[in-house]
């Protein structure tokens, strides 16, 4: 019988634990090394990271090269759903070059400021995608966008939506700063002006307009409904990007369906990264015919959303969605749905040809 004080008796977590901290035997931070320890394959990985930065070269060596011969599918597995670390994601990142490893680590939020700083001047391709359109976390750590310019890999698209990106959010904020102080002055008057006693004729104005509007939500709620969206509108059209961003990551499920599709792609991703953001808001973008490209995209790749039977449907009868996105797609969905796939003439004809192709192949 094992003694319970022993690794062997250890559940995987403590396991884990006693591996980062400085205590570790030597023996037991060697067979994590050389993944050894009897541990299933997503906590052998986590053990194995633990030990990568060893103190003792050996151990660290010996880590370095087992870590080198982990499959990268099973490493992308683990950064998907192995909830890892922001020092976990920082060790694999110094590790690997596989492109879609890369792409993981700097889609994960955890993964740290410093960690995307570091990759930013370097990576290519579809990691240095990833990174360009996360526009939340470029605003967040300017640096990185410095970074990315300085990266010799950085491609003239991604370049010019870099410099557009710090033009419209750094170099006009000074403008905007001073646009606003003007505005504040100038309620400042006014202000001075009705404490004297001067009625403003638009005040009076505003006031009618309220009035009208609580009259018709006395007399009908649906009316007062499209007055005060008409509102959101008007204000939202108002407001700088800078503003619109902030609402995209902050706003009300109203305020998420008018900035998607805003003519700004910066803010309509943003509307993606807002923590509040439901299934069924997703679902109901997919349905959307004016949306970009990209949005789409996101959505496919976002593998939360994408196993959604009712996503991947609304992606599929969207007649504005990339085939690259909705021939994949075609096979999850169900016979009724590939029969009237099959007759929509709106939809593109690749589209209608692999239902029919798949129905045919589900019946035989």
């Known amino acids: 019988m094992p003694d319970p004080a022993s690794p062997a008796a250890l559940e995987p977590a403590d396991l884990v634990s006693l591996l980062r901290s400085p205590d570790a035997p030597r023996e037991l931070r ?31 060596t010996a880590a370095a090269a087992t870590f080198a011969a982990v499959p990268p599918d099973d490493v992308v597995r683990f950064l998907d759903g192995g909830s890892p670390t922001p020092a976990e994601l920082d060790a694999v990142s110094r590790r690997t070059d596989d492109h879609a490893v890369l792409e993981q680590v700097i889609r994960n939020r955890e993964a740290s400021d410093d960690t995307l700083e570091r990759l930013a001047a370097t990576v290519v391709g579809a990691p240095q995608d990833a990174l360009i359109v996360n526009q939340v976390r470029l605003l967040r750590h300017p640096r990185l966008i410095d970074a990315l310019l300085e990266n010799p890999g950085l ?39 009705e404490a004297a006693g001067i009625v403003f004729e638009e005040a009076a104005q505003d006031t009618a307009d309220e009035a009208g509007a609580a009259e018709g939500a006395a007399a009908g709620g649906e009316d007062y409904s499209s ?28 305020e998420r369906r008018i900035l998607i599709a805003d003519a700004n792609k910066i ?15 997703v679902e109901t973008f997919c349905a959307m015919r004016h949306l970009a490209a990209e949005l789409f995209q996101e959505i496919a790749t976002t593998r939360e959303w994408i196993r959604k039977p009712k996503v991947q449907l609304a992606l599929v009868c969207n007649p504005a969605v990339p085939l690259s996105i909705t021939l994949p797609l075609i096979k999850f969905v169900g016979m009724r749905d590939l029969r009237n796939l099959a007759r929509d003439r709106n939809l593109p004809e690749g589209v209608r040809t692999m239902a029919r192709k798949i129905m045919i192949e589900k019946r035989g």
Do not use: H, W, Y
């Open 155 to 193: 491609t003239a698209d991604g370049r010019r939506r870099l410099l557009e990106l710090r033009e419209e959010f750094f170099e006009k904020e000074e403008r905007r700063r001073e646009q606003e102080r003007l505005r504040q002055e100038e309620e400042a008057r006014r202000a001075e002006q």
């Open 227 to 254: 007055a005060n969206l008409a509102q959101v509108f008007r204000r939202i059209s108002s407001m700088t990007v800078k503003e619109k961003l902030d609402l995209a990551q902050k706003g009300t499920k109203e």
């Open 267 to 281: 803010v309509s991703m943003a509307v993606l990264r807002n923590e509040a953001l439901t299934p069924a808001e």
């Open 30 to 60: 060697a067979f994590a090394a050389r993944g050894l320890l009897p541990l299933e394959s997503e906590d052998r990985l986590r053990a194995l990271l633990a030990v990568v930065n060893d103190a003792d070269p050996d151990v660290a």
